[in-house]
């Protein structure tokens, strides 16, 4: 078992950043990748990133490419989301999930799910 508790969500200006953290504990942390998800209101949730047990690998959805770093340290149990250029349309709940060793970005390959931080951009 893992659990995840996200922070870092906030409200911000368009062209702002942010940086989410999730803090993992329970089984041995590095075992596992880290992806990033958002949901909109009305909307599916969706993959933002993703990030291999090693740090070696990640991965984006094309709509935060160039915007967000995906990274994580394994000696603090920690994935980090940081967010910039931000855009109205950047506004949903962002959680993150654990897997196991192969890098999806699909959210049904992702086993275990933190309860979600909010990030509003304003315009």
């Known amino acids: 078992q893992v659990q995840l508790v996200e922070s870092g969500g906030g409200l911000v200006q368009a062209g702002g950043s942010l940086r989410l953290s999730c803090a993992a504990s329970?089984?041995?942390?590095?075992?596992?990748?880290m992806g990033w998800f958002r949901q909109a209101p009305g909307k599916e949730r969706e993959f933002v990133a993703a990030?291999?047990?090693?740090?070696?690998?990640?991965e984006y959805a094309d709509s935060v490419k160039g915007r967000f770093t995906v990274s994580r340290d394994n000696a603090k149990n920690t994935v980090y989301l940081q967010m910039t250029s931000l855009k109205p349309e950047d506004t949903a709940l962002y959680y993150c999930?654990?897997?196991?060793?192969?890098?999806?970005?699909?959210?049904?390959?992702?086993?275990?799910w933190g309860q979600g931080t909010q990030v509003t951009v304003s315009s």
């Open positions: 999930a654990a897997t196991g060793t192969i890098l999806y970005t699909t959210t049904d390959e992702y086993r275990y």
């Open positions: 329970g089984r041995t942390f590095s075992n596992y990748v």
């Open positions: 990030i291999s047990w090693s740090g070696g690998r990640t």
